[in-house]
Nanobody, 122 residues
Framework: QVQLVESGGGLVQAGGSLRLSCAAS??????MGWFRQAPGKEREFVAA????????AYADSVKGRFTISRDNAKRTVYLQMNALKPEDTAVYYC?????????????????WGPGTQVTVSS
């Protein structure tokens, strides 16, 4: 089992920036990802990064505005969010997987954090 704890969420005005962090502990893992869930909507993919090569992938809705990165020594993944929009408002979750690929589906991840709220005001 992997324990994940997200931090860095909050309230920000449209056009602003936030940086989310997710620290992991427990057994080993490989791929890491960020998802989000807005009220009344399904959890959706935001960004992912592989473990060794550091290859990344993004949802079209955040491409060019969000950047995912990881520090393997600290077992932490980050999500830098710039040019935030009200539609980015959601609970953001980090997740890890034992596989080595780029994963964009919820079921492909093994462990999840409790989530952190991001609210973007217009």
């Amino acid at each position: 089992q992997v324990q994940l704890v997200e931090s860095g969420g909050g309230l920000v005005q449209a056009g602003g920036s936030l940086r989310l962090s997710c620290a992991a502990s427990g057994r080993t893992f490989n791929a890491m990802g960020w998802f989000r869930q807005a009220p009344g909507k399904e959890r959706e993919f935001v960004a992912a990064v592989t473990g060794i090569s550091g290859r990344t992938a993004y949802a079209d809705s955040v491409k060019g505005r969000f950047t995912i990165s990881r520090d393997n020594a600290k077992r932490t993944v980050y999500l830098q969010m710039n040019a935030l929009k009200p539609e980015d408002t959601a609970v953001y979750y980090c997740a890890v997987a034992t596989g080595s690929g780029i994963y964009t589906l919820v079921y492909q991840y093994d462990s999840w954090g409790p989530g952190t709220q991001v609210t973007v005001s217009s």
